[in-house]
């Protein structure tokens, strides 16, 4: 199955979860558009794999795309496999990793409801090398999986 997109998610603010939207504009340099985590450092989007969100809700949790704070949700993509410096053409732009994972200073109300979180291990983040149309059910191409030096 080639890997796609199933979600695009933003918010408003940091801290809460995200809202499945039909499409963001991605703007080089910055991220989504309009959302809280778009900005001038490395994690300017999220990903997490609708395979980790699954995990979850085998725990038991009601939790669907955009619940993890992610903003594009992934579908046929091991995600937390990709070295450092990937590149992804994911929609109309090209998006390179940055990190993998990240360390939760708090517990979320997704850790508190099930003990656990799949966010800080299998969520990964990119910068935006090409801006654009992400939109669902795009594809995710891997474009160069060169490790950074």
């Known amino acids: 199955m080639p890997a796609?997109?199933?979600?695009?998610?933003?918010s408003e603010q940091k801290g809460e979860r995200?809202?499945?939207?039909?499409e963001v504009l991605v703007r080089e340099n910055h991220g989504i558009v309009g959302d809280a985590h778009a900005g001038d450092w490395h994690r300017q989007i999220s990903l997490l794999a609708l395979e980790s969100?699954?995990?979850?809700?085998?725990?038991?949790l009601d939790v669907t795309a955009g619940d993890f704070a992610e903003n594009i949700t992934?579908?046929?993509i091991d995600l937390p496999s990709l070295p450092i410096g990937t590149k992804l053409v994911i929609g109309e732009t090209l998006n390179e990793v940055t990190q993998i994972g990240k360390e939760c200073h708090t517990r979320c109300a997704?850790?508190?409801q099930a003990g656990d979180c799949v966010m800080p291990r299998e969520g990964i983040?990119?910068?935006?090398?090409?801006?654009?149309?992400v939109k669902v059910n795009d594809s995710i191409e891997i474009v160069s999986a060169d490790v950074a030096n």
């Open 125 to 133: 983040f990119v910068k935006v090398l090409r801006g654009g149309l």
């Open 110 to 112: 997704i850790y508190h």
């Open 18 to 22: 995200k809202k499945p939207v039909p």
């Open 4 to 10: 796609k997109v199933v979600a695009v998610c933003v």
């Open 74 to 76: 992934t579908e046929g």
């Open 53 to 60: 969100i699954k995990k979850m809700q085998a725990k038991g």
